[in-house]
């Protein structure tokens, strides 16, 4: 067993748990931050990659709103880089409620949201694909985000600070000693060995997860985990989110992130935040309430279908033990179950991971007794030079003025050799590693001509077994099957069977040396429990 000890053990490696981490070290606290995975893993790395304005909550939900419209400013400030400054309509469609209007412009101004007006033929000029029959459009400042890069650049601030992290580490149980949590075992994937971890104190960021976490210490959190079902289109149909100005529902935002947009989402319960499966009416579902705000929208190529886990949290204990908005909440475990050393932080949005991770802070330091302000609203994330905005073009232009063309390693998404390698030598552990810090393999092909490239440079680079990197190819290449399994029709079928014959008929994977798949490999969804594409009743 690996013993190791610090001043705070921070659960779960998604935007919350690293903006946790990063508070931490900011603070001067020796701090370690443990992920059962990769960074973004889990519900981070899977949702639809909206910077919310808090326009989608003026009306449902006013308290989110301003906590969305404060962060998204803060956010603006310390992290350009990972931002796409899209801006954001709500249009009426026909059909929706001309009453809505006045409701939503109301709650704008309530919540301090900048918005204006946009006429239907100017909003057409910006979006021609949007539904010409639209009534009314109004302007937010809603944006797009890369929350892989986001996570990463919070974990590698919190490095600079001496935080550690300590990925592919699944923690198998919290210690309590009488009342008293005072770290956690966890089972180290890549070296196969256990290693505990002393604290003085534990977060629980682990999302939708935070309920079997706290259970291993025999403490009670109730958190649902609801599924949200999003399917990306092949190329960019909008390059403005775009919102139905109704109540939030289902299939009624599109976000434009990088070269695709994304379709959200569905909020499906699921008894198990590891299993679940992707039902054929849910993606049906998108289709048609999307189509209300691009009509042509089932004539185009259909790229992927993927699901993430919304911990949504649900009170069983008095009102006075916890420190809650609608949109999150903080558990002090001692004032709520009488168990010193531990704090769970739940729910939320990614565009209040700062905020959340602040509130978590600031209760660690009231219970060890110190005074350490937090500045992570002020200090800009490492990697922005210049303090712009992401421009979708920025990585052809780089290429062009290197003249590298002939380093791309994946076409789809203009991946360099450069790029692919540092990610390598950073350490990412698997090809799915290298996808969330390049994006590598996330366009049209889905892998089919990049897989075998960065196959051979992650042999190359790291002088692993060949069964090794046989065995991350196909983990790899199931990883990439588990998504398009839901949208197999049209271009992405025929896609599918030329991959299917490049990796089966021709390099034929299945028949090489090593495991068919490994632990870091991909968890599938299950099985759809029906053909219907029609919602069960």
């Known amino acids: 067993m690996t013993r190791l000890e610090t001043d705070v053990l921070v659960i779960g490696g998604g935007a919350t748990g690293a903006g946790v981490l990063r508070d931490l070290a900011m603070r001067g606290f020796d701090c370690i931050l443990v992920e059962k995975r990769d960074l973004t893993h889990g519900t981070t790395g899977r949702y639809h990659g909206l910077l919310h304005s808090g326009g989608r909550y003026v009306v449902k939900d006013p308290e989110a709103a301003v906590e969305c419209i404060e962060e998204n400013m803060v956010l603006r400030r310390i992290m350009p880089h990972c931002l796409e400054d899209t801006g954001g309509f709500f249009a009426l469609t026909p059909g929706d409620s001309p009453e809505f209007v006045d409701d939503f412009i109301a709650g704008c101004d309530r919540a301090g949201i900048e918005h204006h007006e946009v006429p239907i033929p100017e909003m057409l000029r910006q979006e021609p694909n949007l539904n010409p029959d639209m009534e009314y459009c109004e302007w937010v400042p809603d944006a797009s985000a890369d929350s892989f890069l986001a996570t990463r650049l919070n974990a590698e601030s919190a490095r600079e600070y001496g935080g550690r992290v300590l990925n592919y580490h699944q923690v198998t149980g919290l210690v309590r000693r009488d009342n008293r949590v005072v770290g956690a075992v966890c089972h180290d994937l890549i070296n196969d060995r256990e290693v505990r971890i002393s604290a003085d104190m534990v977060v629980n960021a682990s999302g939708a997860w935070a309920g079997k976490i706290a259970e291993t210490a025999d403490v009670e959190v109730e958190v649902l985990p609801g599924k949200g079902t999003m399917v990306a289109m092949a190329h960019r149909v909008v390059n403005t989110v775009v919102n139905r100005m109704k109540m939030p529902d289902d299939g009624d935002i599109i976000v434009p992130i990088h070269t695709v947009a994304v379709v959200g989402t569905t909020d499906e319960r699921v008894t198990d935040p590891d299993h679940f499966a992707i039902e054929p009416w849910e993606v049906e579902l998108m289709l048609r309430e999307g189509s209300h705000l691009i009509p042509r929208l089932r004539e185009m190529r259909v790229l992927r279908a993927w699901a993430g886990v919304r911990p949504l949290y649900q009170e069983t204990k008095t009102e006075d033990s916890r420190d809650v908005t609608r949109a999150y909440a903080l558990l002090d475990h001692a004032k709520r179950d009488s168990l010193e050393g531990f704090v769970t932080i739940t729910g939320g949005k990614w565009t209040t991971y700062r905020q959340m991770a602040e509130v978590t802070v600031d209760r660690v330091c009231s219970k060890l007794g110190v005074e350490r302000a937090c500045r992570t609203a002020d200090e800009i994330l490492p990697g922005s030079d210049d303090g712009k905005f992401h421009a979708l073009g920025g990585r052809l232009n780089h290429i ?59 042999r190359e680079l790291t002088a692993a077994r060949p069964t090794d990197t046989n065995t991350a190819l196909r983990d790899f290449l199931q990883e990439r099957w588990k998504g398009v399994i839901p949208i197999l029709w049209g271009q992405q079928l025929r896609q599918q069977r030329l991959n299917e014959l490049i990796y089966l008929s021709l390099l034929g994977v299945d028949q090489l040396e090593g495991s068919m798949s490994s632990q870091l490999g991909p968890d599938d969804y299950l099985p759809p429990s029906s053909t219907s594409l029609e919602p069960p009743e």
């Open 400 to 458: 062009e003025e290197t003249d590298t063309y002939g380093d791309l390693i994946c076409e789809c998404e203009l991946a360099t050799r450069e790029m692919v390698e540092g990610s390598i030598r950073s350490g990412a552990k698997s090809i799915d590693d290298i996808r969330r810090d390049v994006r590598l393999g996330m366009g049209p092909c889905q892998g089919g001509w990049c897989t075998y490239r960065v196959t051979g440079m992650l």
